[in-house]
């Protein structure tokens, strides 16, 4: 019975010994989508519009671990799309063209279940400032602030590689948004959102170089 109870708490040190990121260890890596894309009227044959928009997304970010499978850092992320729309029966065309940048610490707690895989939880604090105007001479301001909670999914490839995701969010958000028209006073609106989103366009993919590990 002695030699179970031993063998067993050797197991457990052993595993606990495999599954941590020690503290000092660093990381940096990211993600980066881009998307191109056409839509053309094919339920009107009378009617000859296309819209054409694309656009890329740049999310660097660094952290560092304070202590055993806790880590600080921070992220910035970019958003760019423009957007071109045509229509046979109008000689002008809408563009429209948008941008945000943003900036995201962040706190990590990493439950590694072996050497190449683990979950972790993420606390982000996020403030975001974006722009978006058209032809039409309407142009819009957006500042957001928000704090949320994401699970994740690390892989190692290497030691040094992480392959991670990270799926939906729960979090509060607020968003200021001011309109500016060429023939109207400025308006503006906030709007205040608590929500869990789970869905596929909030899943990110990224890649992740570890440094100390």
């Known amino acids: 019975m002695k030699t179970i109870v031993l063998l067993l708490f050797s197991f457990v040190v052993v595993s606990n010994c495999y599954a941590q990121i020690p503290a000092g260890t660093t990381f940096i890596g990211?993600?980066?989508?881009?998307?191109?894309?056409?839509?053309?009227?094919?339920?009107n044959p009378d009617i000859d519009n296309k819209s054409?928009?694309?656009?890329?997304?740049?999310?660097?970010?660094a952290g560092y671990f304070i202590t055993d499978n806790i880590a600080l850092g921070l992220g910035i992320n970019y958003y760019s799309n423009r957007t071109k729309y045509k229509e046979s029966s109008i000689?002008?065309?809408?563009?429209?063209k948008q941008h945000s940048l943003g900036i995201n610490p962040f706190a990590r707690y990493y439950k590694m279940l072996?050497?190449?895989?683990?979950?972790?939880?993420q606390f982000t604090l996020s403030y975001e400032n974006g722009k978006s105007k058209n032809n039409d001479f309407i142009y819009q301001k957006q500042t957001s602030f928000g704090a949320s909670l994401a699970p994740g999914f690390v892989f190692f490839a290497t030691p040094k590689i992480g392959i991670e995701t990270t799926i939906g969010n729960f979090g509060y958000f607020r968003y200021i948004n001011k309109y500016y028209s060429q023939d109207q006073n400025p308006t503006e609106d906030k709007t205040n959102q608590l929500a869990a989103n789970v869905e596929a366009n909030n899943v990110f993919l990224g890649i992740n170089f570890y440094f100390g590990r």
């Open 30 to 43: 990211g993600s980066a989508s881009f998307s191109n894309r056409t839509d053309k009227n094919t339920r």
């Open 52 to 61: 054409v928009s694309t656009s890329y997304s740049l999310y660097p970010k």
């Open 91 to 96: 000689d002008e065309s809408f563009r429209g």
């Open 114 to 121: 072996g050497e190449k895989i683990g979950f972790f939880g």
